[in-house]
């Protein structure tokens, strides 16, 4: 999907929207788009799909997902388009919408009606599992790990650990969580759990966990962070954001300023993202595509008479780079 991306001039989020039908993409895009994926063999021809008309209509899968211009939920998206255009299963993508939005799609009956599986990106926050099991169809959640449910994700709590116990390691004893909120200003699952691995780290090493600082999700989310942190009296040892989108934009407003990265401020993201080794970012890498990947068999195992019910972490890695020092150089 990415080269269809890169040949059409746009994003994988919104190849994503014009092969799936879904609003917001012009008809010339959408066109052009779908022109170039069946050059490069990712759709198959008009007459393939009308004879496949049935076996998509056997096999309607539904994702859910919040912001798709976030990389993960993107990544996720993308993994799933991977997996399932080729078996002629149809994927309707809800997405944008807020958590309130959300709870609203799951309490309609049509969400069940038109969908053989539902796919959500990730596990809504507060929802309850037995409001998922309610829904009336077989459910795998993609982005959050939930027991008792056909999920696949990685360990948020030990995201925080390795990132903290990094910067702990490289001599950083005054350190900041820095996060941001969804739409409607509630921290979501990921960041909340996030911060548990960072307070847990930061009180075994005898540290103080207090100094955190969470801003509203958005593209100057990063500079408002750090322009908090320019404010105060000091700076500290090093931050830790919750994604390489806050962490870019925490670098770029942190050198703006004058501070030295990493001689003044360390600075450690989660992710991996494409912007990651940009800005030679150290952060976390979670592996979101394989996500989509095993999140899309598990939908298709669900498809077969086969809902599986196991719920699959993936192991996240540290990934380091110029932007945090050296233990032996701090």
Not at 45 to 55: K, S
Not at 135 to 162: N, R, T, Y
Not at 217 to 243: H, I
Request: glycine share 10%; with cysteine.
């Amino acid at each position: 999907m990415a080269g269809i991306a890169a040949a059409a001039g746009v994003s994988v989020s919104t190849v994503s929207r014009a092969l799936s039908g879904v609003p917001g993409v012009s008809t010339a895009k959408r066109a052009e788009i779908r022109r170039i994926a069946r050059a490069q063999g990712y759709l198959a021809d008009d007459v393939g799909r009308e004879q496949n008309r049935d076996a998509r209509t056997a096999g309607r899968i539904t994702a859910v997902i919040p912001e798709p211009d976030r990389w993960v939920f993107g990544s996720i998206l993308a993994g799933l388009h991977d997996v399932l255009t080729p078996t002629g299963a149809t994927l309707t993508v809800y997405q944008g919408l807020s958590g309130r939005e959300r709870a609203k799609l799951f309490e309609a009956t049509a969400l069940s009606r038109s969908s053989d599986v539902v796919v959500l990106v990730p596990m809504p926050h507060r929802m309850p599992v037995p409001d998922v099991r309610r829904l009336g169809v077989p459910v795998v959640v993609a982005g959050s790990v939930v027991e008792g449910v056909a999920s696949v994700g990685i360990d948020d709590v030990v995201v925080g650990q390795q990132a903290t116990n990094s910067l702990i390691n490289g001599g950083c004893t005054s350190i900041v969580y820095a996060s941001s909120t969804d739409h409607e200003g509630t921290p979501g699952n990921a960041s909340r759990r996030r911060a548990e691995g960072f307070e847990s780290r930061m009180q075994r090493a005898g540290l103080d966990p207090s100094w955190q600082v969470q801003v509203p999700f958005g593209p100057t989310a990063g500079q408002v962070a750090a322009e908090q942190l320019l404010a105060g009296e000091r700076l500290p040892d090093a931050v830790f954001a919750s994604s390489d989108d806050l962490a870019s934009g925490m670098m770029s407003a942190f050198r703006k300023a004058g501070v030295r990265i990493p001689e003044d401020l360390s600075i450690i993201g989660v992710d991996d993202s494409p912007i990651a080794s940009l800005m030679h970012l150290t952060t976390i890498a979670q592996p979101a595509r394989q996500q989509g990947h095993l999140a899309a068999s598990m939908a298709l195992r669900a498809l077969q008479g086969d809902p599986p019910s196991e719920a699959v972490t993936l192991e996240t890695r540290l990934v380091i780079r110029e932007s945090t020092g050296h233990p032996t150089a701090r």
